[in-house]
């Protein structure tokens, strides 16, 4: 009888949710603790209407760029901590990144991001002209939407990079428990990662926040996760499956199910279903794409150039040379779940109406 009234629980979780009812704490808890397909079914279903309601049928597509892999951190869960010798390290001079990002751009991309670690002769030298100039660059050369995503910089950088033209500020917070926080990014102040976002917004940019799954968090702490998100307002949330990375304290530590990561991800869709969610390729690459994307996902982020020696974060070679993380790779895939690339007018169109929208509630 149990799992029969359970499975009546979320289906009326999943009404109220369609019917525009803010979600509570214990309602985000049911959703996100689904572990049976039939249940989850109902979920992907939800969120699929969901994104329709406010995305239509298309897709945004993100190019990612690691131009520089040094980092003075020791995330717990990253193959980039400082000190580990199994991760490739390179950085990419302002030419390379430049011509990189047209590469993307001319594939079609909607949007650059411009990712490095906390490299320590940009941040311990609190020297942040280089990031702003590069920022600049690909903005001007692209003429395409620029995310960066450079780790926690003070209020005054996050304004320059406004103007050098950035549209988004990427900063995830990883979970919203500040005890488990501080096992994964040892030595890093929660207080201030969390405060960038806002100064972010406040200068004018778009922040994105995210949580990592499988690194030991409770089901409540997801739910807690999702509430902070939607109370700090940003405009793209994302949930990253941990990938186990050589060289690191989390290394033995297993990976989540990919049914997990949909749970999660079609409950944030339920829970924001204007926001922009990731299904990013960087976990599983081209494979875990299709149930991403079945879980509500309106962007496909980690979209990487073959040859261009740039790594991923967690998955760092993974169908990069094959060519798959493309946007062709991408396409095709799409016409089958009844998808399809948005043109550039429509994303652009989506940022200025946040713009707008952000205005209008400000006002
Ligand atoms: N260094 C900057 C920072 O940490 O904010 C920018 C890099 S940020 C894009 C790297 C993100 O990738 C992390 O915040 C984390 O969410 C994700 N990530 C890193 N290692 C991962 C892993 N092993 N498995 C899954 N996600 C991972
Ligand atoms: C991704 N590897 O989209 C990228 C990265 C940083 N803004 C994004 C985590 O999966
Ligand atoms: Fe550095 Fe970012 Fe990796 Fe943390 S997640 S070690 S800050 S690159």
């Known amino acids: 009888m149990k799992p029969r009234r359970e499975g009546a629980d979320v289906r009326s979780i999943i009404q109220r949710a369609e019917e525009g009812a803010r979600l509570r704490l214990p309602e985000i808890g049911a959703l996100l603790a689904i572990d049976d397909p039939d249940r989850a079914a109902l979920l992907f279903s939800a969120a699929q209407r969901a994104r329709e309601r406010h995305f239509g049928r298309s897709i945004f597509m993100y190019g990612f760029v690691y131009f520089s892999t040094y980092c003075r951190n020791r995330c717990t869960f990253c193959f980039y901590r400082n000190g580990n010798q199994d991760s490739p390290r390179y950085r990419k001079s302002a030419e390379e990144v430049v011509e990189i990002a047209l590469g993307l751009a001319d594939s079609g991309v909607h949007l650059v991001d411009l990712t490095m670690g906390e490299d320590p002769t940009i941040h311990d030298a609190r020297d942040y002209g280089a990031l702003v100039d590069l920022v600049a660059a690909v903005r001007r050369a692209t003429g395409v939407p620029v995310m960066v ?10 304004g320059q990079l406004r103007a050098a033209g950035a549209d988004w500020y990427a900063c995830y917070q990883e979970t919203h428990s500040p005890e488990l926080y501080r096992r994964l990014r040892p030595g890093q102040d929660y207080v201030l990662r969390e405060a960038s976002r806002s100064e972010a917004v406040a200068v004018g940019l778009y922040a994105e926040d995210g949580i990592l799954l499988g690194v030991g968090e409770t089901v409540f702490d997801r739910a807690r996760s999702l509430l902070t998100m939607r109370a700090q307002g940003v405009q793209q949330v994302r949930v990253m499956g941990f990938v186990p990375q050589k060289g690191t304290p989390l290394a033995g530590r297993e990976a989540p199910s990919l049914l997990a990561e949909m749970v999660t991800l079609a409950t944030m869709r339920l829970v924001m279903p204007d ?21 509500g996902a309106n962007v496909v982020t980690s979209i990487i150039p073959p040859a261009s020696g740039l790594a991923g974060v967690s998955q760092s070679t993974l169908d990069i040379d094959q060519g798959f993380r493309t946007v062709a790779g991408v396409v095709r895939h799409l016409a089958p779940l009844g ?12 940022l200025r109406g946040t713009h ?3 205005r209008s509630q400000e006002a």
């Open 275 to 295: 926001r922009l969610i990731p299904a990013s390729l960087d976990i599983d690459g081209l494979r875990g794409l299709e149930a991403r994307l079945r879980a």
């Open 339 to 350: 998808l399809e690339p948005a043109t550039p007018d429509e994303y652009q169109a989506w």
């Open 149 to 158: 995503s450079p780790g926690v910089v003070p209020r005054s950088v996050l």
């Open 356 to 358: 707008t929208r952000c």
